[in-house]
Structure formats: structure tokens, C-alpha cells
């Protein structure tokens, strides 16, 4: 699937995206993130909140590419195991879809270092919603 993603975008920019590497239509992601210092807790290793971030990405694009730009994924539950520490340098956010539903579906995740260690996995309930109701909520919400 081709889609059009501002790598500029400020979200995406925080959390430190360098490339979309593949969505793929069967309901695959796969993402590649620069950790930064910045981002690190003592001993230099990632605090958590961005890898659960990442991979809750990874997730997210799948469900777009499985169900197409019209919908939001918005994560229902989120559960995330972490096996070792994530440092500053390259990571690898994969997503894909486990089951699907019309309009909650299960999703699983991983976060790998370049040579190939699992470094944390995922799994999310994602709720389908429309994403023009989203919108058009988030607007009415700021005003």
C-alpha cells in the first residue's frame, strides 16, 4: 500500500521516525526509529514509554494499511513485555494484525535491534473508528 505520511510531522518527529518501511495490505508494518539520548533513563536505556510508543505505532499503521486510510486505530488495550534494554541508535517497530473484526480487531508487535534481537513485544485491542468522526469530535473538543 502507498500512502503518503509527513515524516515531518511534530508526532512523528518526537518519537524520532527516520522511515515507513512497509505497510502492507494484509495487515503488516514495519517502522525504523532513531532512540535518541533524550529519550534514555539512567545507564543510557530507552525508558519505556517510547518503546511501548513505537511498537503501539508499528500497530497502528498495520490496521491503516489492513483497513485503509478512512479509519483511526485507537488502542483499546495495550499490553507491552520488555526482554532486554533498548539504547540509543537504530530500532525496528513491527505491527501486524492477529485477528480481525468489522470493528475491533488484535494486533501484536515487536521491537528489534538491527541484528535482529527482540528487545520488547506487544499485543493491542484496536478499536476501527470512523476517522472522520474522530476529527470532526477532536475539533469540536478544541473549540
Known amino acids: 500500500m502507498t500512502q503518503a505520511f509527513d515524516l515531518q510531522d511534530p508526532l512523528y518527529k518526537m518519537m524520532g521516525l527516520a522511515r515507513i518501511v512497509e505497510m502492507n495490505p494484509e495487515g503488516r508494518a514495519t517502522l525504523e526509529y532513531h532512540a535518541r539520548e533524550e529519550m534514555c533513563h539512567s545507564g543510557g ?3 519505556g514509554g517510547f518503546i ?16 485503509g486510510p478512512d479509519i483511526t ?3 483499546l488495550e495495550l499490553k507491552v513485555s520488555f ?3 533498548a539504547r540509543p541508535g537504530l530500532v525496528i517497530a513491527e505491527g501486524w494484525v492477529e485477528r480481525h473484526g468489522k470493528r475491533t480487531s488484535f494486533y501484536e508487535g515487536h521491537l528489534k535491534s538491527p541484528d535482529g534481537t527482540v528487545l520488547a513485544k506487544a499485543t ?3 478499536l476501527l473508528a470512523d476517522r472522520a468522526r474522530v476529527e470532526d469530535a477532536s475539533k469540536k473538543a478544541r473549540s
Not at 511501548?52 to 483497513?67: P, V
Open 45 to 47: 536505556v530507552v525508558q
Open 52 to 67: 511501548s510508543g513505537w511498537i503501539d505505532a508499528a500497530m497502528a499503521h498495520a490496521a491503516i494499511a489492513r483497513n
Open 73 to 75: 486505530p485507537m488502542s
Open 83 to 85: 526482554f532486554a534494554p
Open 124 to 126: 493491542s485491542t484496536i
